[in-house]
């Protein structure tokens, strides 16, 4: 696995000074994402939906929303 590109834009046109300490998301080699966030499985672990789980092995993570707003135009449709 590993990263193809990055989805949206670099974390300095978002604002950050030092671009090194912001949400990211990155599409890989299989097709996968991966995101860069805020953990915050102990906050919002109680609080999901009674349809959504989470594995032990994974985590729920937040990011900006301009991130996520930024990084729609590189998502594909299929």
């Not at 834009?9 to 090194?20: N, T, Y």
Request: charged share 30%.
């Amino acid at each position: 696995m590993n990263i193809v590109r990055r989805v949206g834009v670099p974390p300095r046109e978002r604002g950050s000074m030092s671009g090194q300490t912001c949400p990211d998301i990155f599409e890989l080699t299989d097709g996968n994402f991966a995101v860069i966030g805020t953990d915050v499985t102990d906050t919002l672990d109680g609080a999901l939906p009674v349809d959504a789980g989470r594995a032990d092995y994974e985590r729920i993570v937040v990011i900006t929303r301009e991130t996520l707003i930024r990084a729609k135009a590189d998502i594909p449709d299929a």
